[in-house]
């Protein structure tokens, strides 16, 4: 565990982890991600874990943006989860099962379905938005406030270019 109290800038010594060196991944994003991805997406399960949304993603996801976008499609949320219709539908049943969101056909298109926010599933939707902001606080505490909105610009910008890939 030499490397918790290396910070980032310092290179006299190689990157290594549990005492191992990790190869090309050394120098991957990806293998970044996917370790970050993994111990927050852990805690988060934890810490939701009384709530309908917990272990899955998207699930917090959906039900944040149904709150926030009244009449949303399944659509436009697999969009965002960057998800296959079937795979968001599962997700959508999910909490329509749970009682935190109901479908509704679309005004504009009878065909469509619309998705709303019901009493419970708003509570929800703030419930989980006080734990994502104590996670933030907790996890990220320790990158400096002047580097938070370069890197939260440099995550939107993977976001969005990744969202371009797949399209």
Not at 14 to 43: C, H, K, M, N, Q
Not at 53 to 64: E, P, Q, R, S
Not at 129 to 157: G, H, T, W, Y
Request: hydrophobic residues 40%.
């Amino acid at each position: 565990m030499s490397n918790e109290t290396k910070t980032f800038d310092q290179k006299d010594e190689p990157f290594t982890v549990a005492g191992l060196r990790i190869d090309v991944l050394d120098e991957a994003f990806s293998w970044y991600i996917r370790s970050i991805d993994a111990v927050v997406s852990r805690d988060l399960d934890q810490r939701t874990a009384h709530l309908d949304v917990a272990k899955g993603k998207g699930k917090i996801t959906t039900i944040l943006l149904v709150d926030g976008n009244p009449g949303i499609r399944p659509s436009q949320i697999a969009e965002v989860l960057l998800r296959d219709r079937p795979a968001t539908g599962r997700i959508i049943d999910h909490l329509v099962k749970a009682g935190d969101i109901r479908r509704e056909a679309d005004a504009d298109d009878q065909r469509a379905q619309a998705l709303y926010i019901t009493e419970k599933g708003s509570a929800l939707a703030q419930e989980v938005r006080e734990i994502i902001r104590a996670q933030e606080n907790d996890f990220f505490d320790f990158i400096p406030s002047e580097d938070r909105e370069e890197f939260m610009r440099v995550l939107k910008r993977a976001y969005i270019n990744m969202r371009n890939k797949l399209e």
